[in-house]
């Protein structure tokens, strides 16, 4: 996403410095190189055009590799793993595995630096056990994280390699300038266990997507592409936290001080920064459950979204979605002048709902919001499944979203 702003000319700001904020130009600013607000500075007044946000989550159900992964049992070495999020462990059997994210390192007598890692090639599995060794293993059996999920790196003898030592030598492929593996010292990591196999148009008339992670990286690819295509008139915010999947209060999460502490660098005046917040509204983009075929007794028959026909308005009664009655009709006009399908989704009585950043973004800073997204298979799986044109509407949307003058 960095890459993509620097590309389009928006400049990176730091924290720590003063900000020199200019009407027309795009910025963004970090929090641990997981959580990103990329922002444009409206020519139009904010008080009359209201600030247009969009929000997401860049974080995904995982495997953790813990700090002291190093495990050696029957010749084969393997790591230890704490599990990120709700996952359906199931799916990460039998698949081939690659390991990316942050390492913090010291090189000679250089102070401590963190850099982004992607081992870009599978190098760990996670085998499932034979059924002729587990009769049972179709019906009702149940997988034990701490004992069942260790991947296996390689066969080895008795021998630990220090897991440590092991990405350092990944890292000084990623280094710029290069660094001497002897003088490089890892001190911690962030690291994850991820799919590498790549993603996939599918289908017999190729009207899916199916792929690692799209909830959320799919939501933060198309507000992206929504702020990169602003005319800069109204003043548009997109924010991508980390840790959604974990409950958001951290530093770096929708429940942290990121959003709030920019805005208040943006309107520096109380008065003001409030009259704008109150002309705003919040799109808080997460995907949606598609109703499966094969389980449609889990949906509540009127409120179950259908893949490639149209984005999802997610509503909750107890406030595990953002959305209001006017937030839902707003969007729904705006789709609507777009010839945008929408749908609604209501979890069934019976059944408990998860949440969004929508409803802790809306509290934390007095803003209207709505919880929005494509219908999907599979969350939360190792592998999931989206539409096509689901995608493009909810781009398309967002764009409109984004250049609209008056909204409220």
């Not at 990316?100 to 599978?122: S, T």
């Not at 701490?146 to 390689?154: A, E, G, K, R, V």
């Not at 021998?159 to 300038?177: C, G, M, V, W, Y």
């Not at 190729?206 to 959320?216: I, P």
Request: glycine share 6%.
């Amino acid at each position: 996403m960095k890459n993509s702003l620097n590309s389009a000319g928006f400049q990176s700001l730091n924290e720590q410095n003063s900000w020199d904020l200019k009407n027309g130009c795009g910025y963004y600013v970090t929090r641990n190189d997981s959580s990103i607000i990329a922002f444009i500075i409206g020519n139009k007044n904010s008080t009359e055009t209201g600030i247009r946000l969009i929000g997401a989550h860049t974080d995904s159900p995982c495997l953790k590799i813990k700090p002291e992964p190093e495990v050696i049992k029957n010749s084969y070495y393997q790591l230890g793993v704490e599990v990120y999020g709700g996952v359906l462990l199931n799916t990460w059997f039998d698949r081939d595995l690659s390991i990316a994210g942050k390492v913090a390192f010291k090189a000679g007598q250089q102070g401590i630096k963190e850099a982004l890692i992607n081992i870009k090639k599978p190098i760990a599995i996670i085998p499932s056990l034979a059924i002729h060794l587990n009769r049972n293993a179709n019906n009702n059996h149940s997988v034990n994280p701490q004992t069942d999920m260790l991947p296996i790196l390689y066969g080895c003898d008795d021998t630990k390699d220090n897991f440590r030592e092991i990405i350092a030598q990944e890292l000084t492929a990623h280094l710029s300038p290069p660094v001497n593996l002897s003088e490089l010292s890892v001190m911690d990591y962030d690291l994850s266990l991820y799919d590498a196999q790549p993603p996939a148009i599918m289908g017999l008339k190729d009207e899916f997507l199916s792929s690692a992670r799209l909830d959320n990286i799919l939501s933060c690819f198309a507000g992206l592409q929504a702020i990169l295509s602003s005319n800069k008139d109204v003043t548009s915010l997109l924010a991508c936290y980390d840790h959604e999947e974990v409950g958001s209060t951290s530093n770096i999460g929708a429940n942290s001080s990121f959003m709030e502490s920019l805005l208040n660098r943006i309107y520096v005046e109380p008065e003001l920064r409030s009259r704008v917040i109150a002309k705003s509204m919040l799109i808080s983009t997460d995907n949606a459950h598609g109703i499966h075929p094969n389980f449609s007794n889990k949906h509540d028959k009127n409120h179950a979204p259908i893949i490639n026909q149209g984005l999802v308005v997610k509503v909750n009664a107890n406030q595990r979605y953002a959305t209001s009655s006017l937030t839902s009709s707003i969007i729904k006009a705006l789709c609507k002048q777009l010839d945008i399908p929408t749908q609604t989704f209501v979890n069934r009585a019976d059944m408990s709902c998860g949440s969004t950043i929508g409803p802790i973004t809306a509290a934390n800073i007095g803003i209207k919001a709505i919880d929005i997204g494509v219908p999907t298979f599979a969350m939360h799986s190792i592998r999931e499944l989206a539409g096509v044109k689901d995608g493009h509407y909810l781009y398309k949307m967002l764009k409109a979203f984004i250049h609209t003058k008056k909204l409220l």
